[in-house]
Structures are given as structure tokens and as C-alpha cells.
């Protein structure tokens, strides 16, 4: 069955760097666009970023655009989110998500989620 496993969060200081992994294993990684989303505490969840199979085109919120890039190496199934410049305000659960198809859409599959804490 599909699984999608996050890793990578923790505590760190305003203007530091954190980089989220994501592993895929249950479908065809390569084919389908992937997401990563937000949830922070008592708010709903935020979309964040968006990556096409084959990782040539990408896509951002403007809350994070120049500052964190979606990445994907389909060799090894894994999702990444490479966090610079932390604010505060990007203290959240973070997810990532598989799409329903290879042309993007809404998601159908989440992981657990790792937890990023912004903070001096």
C-alpha cells in the first residue's frame, strides 16, 4: 500500500536551514506529482509546494517562494523540502502528499508528518 514517511524537522533558530525527506514506497513515485503541506498550530493546512514527475517544474506559496525549493530524485523515491531563511510564522507539521494522477490534482495520500519548531 502506498506509504509516505517525512523526516528531517526539529527545532530551530529564526534564519536557519532545515531539509525535509520524504519516502515513498506503495505506487510508482516517478509518476505522479507530489506535494508538501503545512499545518500550523490551530490553523488549518496550507498548501505549500508542488513538484512535477519529473521534477522540471515547481511550484511555491508565496509565504515560502525564494525561500524553501521542492526537489525530487525518483532513483530513490524521496521528496525533499530544503528550508532557508526559517521564520517563526513556518512553524507547522509538515507533510507531504502524492497527487491523484501524473497531471497534478488534488492529493490522495499523506504521511504523518514531521514537526519544524521555529524558535529562538
Known amino acids: 500500500q502506498v506509504q509516505l514517511v517525512e523526516s528531517g524537522g526539529g527545532l530551530v533558530q529564526p534564519g536557519g536551514s532545515l531539509r525535509l525527506s520524504c519516502a515513498a514506497s506503495?505506487?510508482?513515485?516517478?509518476?505522479?506529482?507530489m506535494y508538501w503541506v503545512r499545518q500550523a498550530p490551530g490553523k488549518g493546512l496550507e498548501w505549500v509546494s508542488a513538484?512535477?514527475?519529473?521534477?522540471?517544474?515547481?511550484y511555491s506559496s508565496d509565504s515560502v517562494k525564494g525561500r524553501f525549493t521542492i526537489s525530487r530524485d525518483n532513483a530513490k523515491d524521496t521528496l525533499y523540502l530544503q528550508m532557508n531563511s526559517l521564520k517563526s510564522e513556518d512553524t507547522a507539521v509538515y507533510y507531504c502528499?502524492?497527487?491523484?494522477?501524473?497531471?497534478?490534482?488534488?492529493?490522495?495520500?499523506w504521511g504523518k508528518g514531521t514537526l519544524v519548531t521555529v524558535s529562538a
Open positions: 502528499a502524492k497527487a491523484t494522477s501524473a497531471q497534478g490534482g488534488s492529493m490522495d495520500y
Open positions: 506503495g505506487f510508482t513515485f516517478s509518476t505522479y506529482w
Open positions: 513538484i512535477n514527475t519529473g521534477g522540471g517544474s515547481t
